[in-house]
């Protein structure tokens, strides 16, 4: 039985197949990238701050524990017991100094309040400038989305480009894969433009 066509990568693919397969091919595994790249946007989003706490907005710090570092989320549990408040409780109390530092020492912004058994983040309303500023950073995110999809979108037309030089697809296949592969990456465009959306309404909101 043959593997489903969107595990095999385009690099991998041979002359002599099928024009049908070779297409597939190269189309579902530009869609699986650029799905990703939309997931990769909207995670970075997560990581924005907005008036709100949000386990999210920790997730990028590194703890160094016992000499190496380790995500936040492995050594604790967070929970957003207010609406402005995350509660970081360690699962072991000799992790609670090294959090508390890696808190300081990050670009979240907020002083860590420790208590010796939890630690405290108290998110403060955001000014209408810090709003502005965070809507910026978000909308460089999801421009450099975009252009990692068009990139994909770049790389697949070569690939189909090439195989039609080959003799192995021809022009109107190309034309059609093409026609497909504009259409899809179009779609994953407007998934950025529709988080991106989402999120500066989020940070605009009062």
Do not use: C
């Amino acid at each position: 039985r043959r593997a489903p066509a969107a595990s095999v990568p385009a690099a991998r693919i041979t002359s002599g197949l099928p024009w049908g397969i070779v297409i597939e091919e190269t189309l579902l595994e530009a869609m699986e990238k650029m799905d990703k790249a939309v997931e990769h946007v909207q995670g970075q989003f997560a990581t924005v701050r907005t008036g709100r706490a949000t386990p999210a907005l920790v997730d990028r710090i590194n703890v160094e524990y016992y000499g190496a570092p380790v995500p936040i989320q492995q050594l604790a549990t967070i929970q957003v017991p207010e609406a402005r408040m995350l509660l970081i409780k360690p699962h072991d109390r000799n992790s609670l100094g090294p959090i508390e530092k890696a808190i300081r020492d990050s670009d979240l912004g907020v002083a860590p309040n420790n208590d010796g058994v939890v630690i405290r983040l108290n998110f403060p309303t955001l000014t209408e400038e810090r709003r502005r500023e965070y809507v910026k950073v978000a909308k460089n995110m999801a421009e450099d989305g975009r252009i990692a999809i068009r990139n994909l979108r770049r790389d697949a037309r070569k690939a189909l480009e090439a195989f039609e030089k080959d003799g192995d697809i021809g022009k109107d296949d190309l034309e059609r894969a093409e026609k497909e592969l504009e259409k899809f990456t179009g779609e994953h465009v407007d998934r950025v433009d529709a988080a991106f959306g989402r999120k500066e309404a989020e940070l605009l909101e009062v």
